[in-house]
DNA sequence: TGTCCACCGGAAATAACGGTTC
DNA sequence: GAACCGTTATTTCCGGTGGACA
């Protein structure tokens, strides 16, 4: 037997569970579409293209609409003879203006011609942007995925006004903004709420059906028939109906599923793979998490495991800040200043890792928050042995501590 | 009712870094 | 190589908070 065998067959096409897959058929969001259409109409008749602003939790369909209604009327625009060119960009790991610009730019530019993310002038950035905007022509419509990503919101104002500045006079371009935040819009500059929000629409939480019907139409694309049984389906889409209607965490699911399936052999997919499937997504969630880490924030996670093996949680960030700086000695690393390490603490809660309670006891004792640890602590373990600036730290702390006991 | 504890968390300042331009 | 540019992590500073206690 050779050391690669076919896998056993129950998928038929495993990508159609991926994020990023195009089904030719949306479910379930009827009413959007049709607001969407609405909105978007101005394009058809040639006028200066909308601006939109979509919002709702992540996994409601935003993207997929999008797209969706994008390659759509990319179709109809060119039978009507109009210059229509969409650009998508995902804000994700950008958090400046200025960053967005260069990752617009670099799209529109050859490969061979592409900027660095800093060094330029702002202004210079800017004008390069006018500049490739301007010689595509035409209409633009410029989809900005994840825009709650941006902390500064200058481009969205600037792009939509670049015509009537005279930055623009080729091209007519509009923005689509996609968002999972409802607070953004209300951090956005008037300047922007006016301009960009002139269309808004809500995409609310997908329910347990149409999370059904979303994984039915994908699996039975995804799977050959009679591999997925109705409880897998169900007990999928119960995942994501129970944490905020999100589809793609119900896609995730079942094309984990799937994989463990396979892995065993079996000839369909079982709850127990469910199951397995969803163990195994939670690791991989803690174990990204804490790779996404600096070393500082490893540090403040590995004095709060040991406080936890040491049965000292749930306790409050001072005891914590004590055992951080003993831990930082031991590791030759200077220590962070309390209130630098409170924002390590809290990332840690927001990721999920750690989880914390305020107390409060007055006169004698004030407010503070007591941390404590929501993870296994041995998967902890595992994870930071793997970062690479904790590779021999840990077990030198560990020795050494052990040593002073 | 008012006081007060002790941390919380926003904001501004600073340092270090990777980059460009002349 | 000096001046300039933007970003990020960090330090420094300081007003805010809310329940227990008198």
Same mark, same amino acid.
């Given at each position: 037997?050779?050391?690669?065998?076919?896998?056993?067959?129950?998928?038929r096409?495993?990508?159609?569970?991926?994020?990023?897959?195009?089904?030719?058929?949306?479910?379930?969001?009827?009413?959007?579409?049709?607001?969407?259409?609405?909105?978007?109409?101005?394009?058809?008749?040639?006028?200066?293209?909308?601006?939109?602003?979509?919002?709702?939790?992540?996994?409601?369909?935003?993207?997929?609409?999008?797209?969706?209604l994008?390659?759509?009327?990319?179709?109809?625009?060119?039978?009507?003879?109009?210059?229509?060119?969409?650009?998508?960009?995902?804000?994700?790991?950008?958090?400046?203006?200025?960053?967005?610009?260069?990752?617009?730019?670099?799209?529109?530019?050859?490969?061979?011609?592409q900027?660095?993310?800093?060094?330029?002038?702002?202004?210079?950035?800017?004008?390069?942007?006018?500049?490739?905007?301007?010689?595509?022509?035409?209409?633009?419509i410029?989809?900005?995925d994840?825009?709650d990503?941006?902390?500064?919101?200058?481009?969205?104002?600037?792009?939509?006004?670049?015509?009537?500045n005279?930055?623009?006079?080729?091209?007519?371009?509009?923005?689509i903004?996609?968002?999972?935040?409802?607070?953004?819009?209300?951090?956005? $500059? $008037?300047?922007?709420?006016s301009?960009?929000?002139?269309?808004?629409?809500?995409?609310?939480?997908?329910? +347990?059906?149409?999370?059904?019907?979303?994984?039915?139409?994908?699996?039975?694309?995804?799977?050959?028939d009679?591999?997925?049984?109705?409880?897998?389906?169900?007990?999928?889409?119960?995942?994501?109906?129970?944490?905020?209607?999100?589809?793609?965490? $119900?896609?995730?699911?079942?094309?984990? +599923?799937?994989?463990i399936?396979?892995?065993?052999?079996?000839?369909?997919?079982?709850?127990?793979?469910?199951?397995? +499937?969803?163990? $195994?997504?939670?690791?991989?969630?803690?174990?990204?998490?804490?790779?996404?880490?600096?070393q500082?924030?490893?540090?403040?996670?590995?004095?709060?495991?040991?406080?936890?093996?040491?049965?000292?949680?749930?306790?409050?960030?001072?005891?914590?800040?004590?055992?951080?700086?003993?831990?930082?000695?031991?590791?030759?690393?200077?220590?962070?200043?309390?209130?630098?390490?409170?924002?390590?603490?809290?990332?840690?809660?927001?990721?999920?890792?750690?989880?914390?309670?305020?107390?409060?006891?007055?006169?004698?004792?004030?407010?503070?928050?007591?941390?404590?640890?929501?993870?296994?602590?041995?998967?902890?373990?595992?994870?930071?042995?793997?970062?690479?600036?904790?590779?021999?730290?840990?077990?030198?702390?560990?020795?050494?501590?052990?040593q002073?006991?």
């Open positions: 037997m050779g050391l690669f065998q076919p896998d056993t067959d129950i998928f096409n495993r990508d159609a569970l991926r994020e990023d897959y195009q089904p030719e058929e949306i479910v379930g969001r009827d009413d959007e579409l049709q607001q969407y259409i609405s909105a978007l109409q101005p394009v058809i008749n040639g006028d200066q293209p909308p601006n939109v602003f979509l919002y709702g939790k992540a996994g409601v369909g935003k993207t997929a609409c999008t797209r969706y994008l390659s759509e009327l990319k179709a109809d625009a060119a039978e009507y003879d109009i210059d229509l060119t969409t650009i998508r960009t995902n804000c994700e790991d950008l958090s400046t203006s200025y960053q967005v610009a260069i990752q617009l730019i670099n799209k529109l530019r050859d490969p061979d011609d900027l660095k993310p800093t060094g330029y002038p702002r202004r210079q950035v800017n004008e390069w942007l006018w500049e490739e905007l301007d010689s595509i022509g035409g209409t633009i410029i989809v900005f994840e825009v990503h941006i902390e500064d919101d200058s481009i969205l104002y600037q792009i939509p006004r670049a015509r009537a005279g930055n623009l006079t080729e091209s007519k371009v509009g923005i903004g996609i968002s999972n935040d409802f607070k953004f819009r209300e951090s956005l $500059s $008037s300047k922007v709420q301009s960009l929000c002139e269309k808004e629409l809500q995409f609310p939480a997908y329910n +347990a059906n149409e999370l059904r019907d979303i994984l039915r139409q994908r699996a039975d694309i995804a799977f050959y009679g591999v997925v049984p109705k409880e897998v389906i169900a007990k999928c889409a119960a995942f994501g109906a129970k944490d905020a209607g999100d589809a793609r965490q $119900s896609l995730d699911l079942l094309m984990e +599923a799937g994989d399936a396979v892995e065993q052999g079996a000839e369909e997919v079982t709850e127990t793979h469910v199951d397995e +499937a969803r163990a $195994s997504l939670e690791r991989s969630r803690i174990v990204d998490g804490v790779a996404g880490l600096t500082q924030g490893h540090l403040v996670l590995y004095a709060l495991v040991m406080l936890h093996e040491e049965g000292e949680t749930p306790t409050r960030a001072r005891t914590i800040q004590d055992r951080y700086e003993i831990v930082c000695e031991r590791a030759a690393i200077d220590p962070l200043v309390p209130r630098r390490m409170r924002d390590h603490l809290n990332e840690l809660a927001m990721l999920g890792i750690a989880s914390r309670v305020e107390r409060n006891k007055g006169e004698v004792g004030g407010r503070y928050y007591e941390y404590s640890l929501d993870t296994s602590p041995d998967l902890l373990l595992e994870a930071l042995d793997e970062t690479v600036d904790m590779v021999g730290v840990t077990e030198a702390i560990q020795k050494r501590l052990n002073s006991y």
